[in-house]
T-cell receptor
Framework: KNEVEQSPQNLTAQEGEFITINCSYSVGISALHWLQQHPGGGIVSLFMLSSGKKKHGRLIATINIQEKHSSLHITASHPRDSAVYICAARKAAGNKLTFGGGTRVLVKP | GAGVSQTPSNKVTEKGKYVELRCDPISGHTALYWYRQSLGQGPEFLIYFQGTGAADDSGLPNDRFFAVRPEGSVSTLKIQRTERGDSAVYLC?????????FGPGTRLTVL
């Protein structure tokens, strides 16, 4: 079993729909990162969480440390949100990231 | 300012050849990371530098892989006797603290 698991692997939504991506991890962490990867490979950091909730524009990330679970929500989704979203755990010891397999999101107009 | 840059953007080589992949981190970033991403998967950690030294190289798959950062800035990932299974996107990231900034990656194809 991978240390970081994401679901779903693929998600298709209609423009305007609310999207939720889930991430579960099995190790102790110091932070949980959400990243966005567009076709062509570039990765952009969206959020870094160690507790609670963060919001940036239409994106919301939450984390429940006790349940070892994080969610990324996209409100009022738009076709430009189409990308792969990756969660990554930074372990309590060390700085390297352990990545989930990614969720491929397609938002149709 | 400039972000993390990686060269080349694409590299096609033949099985058994030697390749070097270069990463230019953001100026002043002391930490540098190499990751490998196979098609349809999330990135996997290879090696992490703090300054000039490799602080954690536990992700290097075997002794064909080696990385250096001689002056604490630019890093080179070296792969000897390449195999078809080495084909992937090799990502570099740099940081000064907790957030990592990623380069665009080098797509390596081993024929």
């Amino acid at each position: 079993k991978n240390e970081v698991e994401q679901s779903p692997q693929n998600l298709t939504a209609q423009e305007g729909e609310f999207i939720t991506i889930n991430c579960s991890y099995s190790v102790g962490i110091s932070a949980l990162h959400w990243l966005q990867q567009h076709p062509g490979g570039g990765i952009v950091s969206l959020f870094m969480l160690s507790s609670g909730k963060k919001k940036h524009g239409r994106l919301i990330a939450t984390i429940n440390i006790q349940e070892k679970h994080s969610s990324l929500h996209i409100t009022a989704s738009h076709p430009r949100d189409s990308a792969v979203y990756i969660c990554a755990a930074r372990k309590a010891a060390g700085n390297k990231l352990t990545f989930g397999g990614g969720t491929r999101v397609l938002v149709k107009p | 300012g400039a972000g993390v840059s990686q060269t080349p953007s694409n590299k096609v080589t033949e099985k058994g050849k030697y390749v070097e992949l270069r990463c230019d981190p953001i100026s002043g970033h002391t930490a540098l990371y190499w990751y490998r991403q196979s098609l349809g998967q999330g990135p996997e950690f290879l090696i992490y530098f703090q300054g000039t030294g490799a602080a954690d190289d536990s992700g290097l798959p075997n002794d064909r892989f080696f990385a250096v950062r001689p002056e604490g800035s630019v890093s080179t990932l070296k792969i000897q006797r390449t195999e078809r299974g080495d084909s992937a996107v090799y990502l570099c990231a740099s940081s000064t603290g907790n957030e990592q900034f990623f380069g665009p990656g080098t797509r390596l194809t081993v024929l």
